[in-house]
């Protein structure tokens, strides 16, 4: 069961009957470090073609006359693809070997839902709305965690890729994560009086394993050197989550996300705003990480990208094939990454559905790639990760190649 501070709150409201945990709270000791994936859900399907620009394929430019990246402007990339410039920091990562791109990527489902699209993603079934818990929740699953710690949704519901049977936590921040209101620490001290002795009772034991999460995440320091861009939603769940990980408490895998990528109109002002705050809240991120920034994968997606031609209001409709990211965990950085190495094309013959971007690259094959080669999990026990998908390493986009 998920506990949120909410949930803790009421708990010591109305005597601790609405707060669970597992009486196996506590972290056993481990040989090192553990590896830890990152995820950041950009919201709103985020225009792939206007952040890694196709700049190869003459078909971008005549399909998007007043919105494309003006030609020069672009930041080299690989010879065909340029970077928009208002991800500048981006560029940085991605020229140190630590960031690569993922084109043509996304969902196999033809819906331009966002409510179902997202679903899809979050839950790692395309297409099968019986699923409603999340694939990172089910991972959890599958490697038998039990400690809420090892799963957390920064913001103040739980992510619906952490939503399930595991047990995680939820909060916007670390320094809110705590029991809050007038005599809380008398509050405090009265409940490990009360059942500091009981802790062989469900009860007891709930709240003395309450009271440890409080304990380990209100020990985290938050202080760091690092600048995360002020103002930014995202800059500040990544400076705790870069804190949650150098803690190395028992963190293994953290849901972040950002919204308002829904560009139907100024889009290119809009998505430049918006690029430059994920680009510079990474690069701090990957700055903050310091030695941990090699057992941190941190995979951004989003749920479908946009159409090919801009619409009459200076953007861009729902489509379909988009751009990933990934960064960190020992990635080959400084690649644009294809299926095949193919470019699928924007020319009208070549379009998905006559008007989108086609996706060469299942979303699916990319996570099922940070899980194995990154996170350790054989490609065999996938089966509950992924329903109705079959995962196999000949299908791994090469984020380690």
Request: net charge negative; hydrophobic share 45%; glycine share 14%.
């Amino acid at each position: 069961m998920t506990c949120t501070r909410r949930q803790l709150l009421q708990s010591a409201a109305i005597g601790l009957t609405a707060f669970l945990l597992p009486p196996s709270l506590r972290r056993a000791c481990a040989a090192g470090p553990d590896p830890v994936l990152v995820t950041i859900f950009q919201r709103g399907a985020a225009d792939g073609l206007n952040t890694v620009v196709p700049t190869g394929d003459p078909f971008y430019y005549s399909s998007r006359p007043g919105i494309q990246v003006p030609p020069g402007t672009e930041l080299p990339l690989d010879g065909f693809f340029g970077l928009n410039p208002a991800f500048g920091d981006l560029h940085g990562l991605y020229q140190d070997g630590d960031l690569c791109f993922l084109h043509a990527a996304g969902s196999p489902d033809p819906s331009r839902s966002h409510f179902d699209a997202q679903d899809f993603m979050d839950h790692g079934a395309p297409g099968n709305k019986s699923i409603v818990d999340g694939w990172l929740n089910r991972y959890l699953g599958v490697v038998g965690s039990n400690q809420p710690i090892a799963g957390i949704s920064l913001a103040n519901a739980t992510s619906p890729q952490l939503a399930g049977a595991a047990p995680t936590l939820a909060f916007a921040s670390i320094s809110s994560f705590a029991l809050t209101g007038n005599w809380a620490g008398e509050r405090r001290a009265a409940l490990a009086a009360r059942y500091g002795t009981a802790s062989d009772t469900a009860v007891g034991t709930t709240v003395l394993d309450a009271l440890e999460v409080l304990d380990q995440v209100g020990g985290v320091d938050t202080s760091t050197s690092v600048v995360y861009p002020a103002g930014s939603a995202l800059g500040a769940a990544l400076k705790d989550a870069a804190a949650l990980i150098r803690a190395d408490i028992g963190v293994r895998v953290i849901a972040i996300s950002i919204g308002g990528w829904d560009h139907h109109t100024n889009l290119v002002a809009r998505l430049a705003a918006l690029g430059a705050e994920l680009s510079a809240s990474l690069q701090a991120f990957r700055d903050d990480l310091g030695s941990d920034l090699g057992r941190t994968l941190t995979l951004a997606m989003t749920e479908f990208g946009r159409r090919i031609d801009e619409n009459g209001g200076d953007g861009a409709d729902h489509g379909h094939g988009g751009v990933m990211m990934a960064m960190g965990g020992g990635v080959t950085g400084g690649r644009v990454l294809l299926r095949n190495g193919v470019w699928p094309g924007l020319a009208p013959a070549n379009r998905y559905i006559g008007e989108d971007l086609q996706v060469t690259t299942d979303f699916r094959d990319v996570l099922a790639e940070a899980l194995n080669r990154h996170m350790g999990l054989a490609v065999a026990s996938m089966g509950p990760i992924f329903p109705g998908f079959s995962a196999s390493a000949s299908r791994f986009p090469g984020l380690y190649a």
